[in-house]
C-alpha cells in the first residue's frame, strides 16, 4: 500500500521478482507525488513479514538497484496503517484488504497493490494415515483434532 506521504523516487532494475514488487511498490510511492530524491524510505510492515526473513533477503538488492535504504518499522497491522495516516511511513506493507481500501479511500493512500498471498497447506506422511488428502482444509484439521493427530 502506497502512502500519500512518500519521500523519494526509484531508479534500477531488481533481481528478483519480490524486489520487482517491492520496488513497484516503493516507486509508485515516490512517484505518485513526484517529490525529490532521498536516501531513505520508511516502509511500516506487519511483524510476520519481518520476521519471515523476506525483508532480510530482498533489501540490499534493493538497495544495490536503487541506492535508496527502506528502514523498516515491524508493528501490528493496525498500527501500520496508523502510522502511514501520521505521515510517518512511505510504503505499508500490511494484510487486511479491508482496512487498506479504507486508508485508500478516505485519502491516506494512493493506491493498494496486492504483493502476495498466504496458502495453509497441511503436511503429513505419503501415507496419509489420518485420511485426509483431498479433503476441505475446515474438515481436514477437525479430522485431525478429533484423531489427536
Known amino acids: 500500500m502506497l502512502s500519500t506521504f512518500p519521500r523519494t523516487s526509484i531508479t534500477g532494475r531488481p533481481r528478483s521478482r519480490w524486489a520487482q514488487r517491492l520496488l513497484l511498490l516503493a516507486a509508485g ?11 531513505t524510505i520508511t516502509m511500516a510492515s506487519t511483524t510476520s513479514t519481518e520476521q519471515s526473513g523476506l525483508f532480510a533477503h530482498l533489501l540490499p ?15 501490528g497491522t493496525g498500527q501500520a496503517l496508523d502510522m502511514g495516516r ?12 479491508v482496512a487498506e ?32 488428502r483431498g479433503k476441505d482444509i475446515v474438515q481436514a484439521l477437525k479430522k485431525l483434532a478429533a484423531a489427536n493427530a
Do not use: E, W
Not at 534493493?62 to 508493528?75: E, M, P, Q, T
Not at 511511513?89 to 487486511?96: E, G, K, P, R, Y
Not at 478516505?106 to 506422511?125: L, S
Open 29 to 39: 510511492c515516490a512517484l505518485s507525488l513526484g517529490v525529490q530524491a532521498q536516501a
Open 61 to 75: 538488492a534493493f538497495k544495490a538497484a536503487s541506492g535508496i535504504d527502506i528502514k523498516v518499522v515491524a508493528l
Open 101 to 132: 481500501a479504507k486508508f485508500v479511500a478516505d485519502g491516506f493512500g494512493v493506491k493498494r497493490h496486492p504483493v502476495m498471498y498466504n496458502d495453509f497447506v497441511v503436511i503429513g506422511p505419503k501415507g496419509d494415515p489420518a485420511g485426509v
Open 86 to 97: 501520521r505521515g510517518d511511513a512511505d510504503v505499508l506493507f500490511v494484510h487486511d484488504k
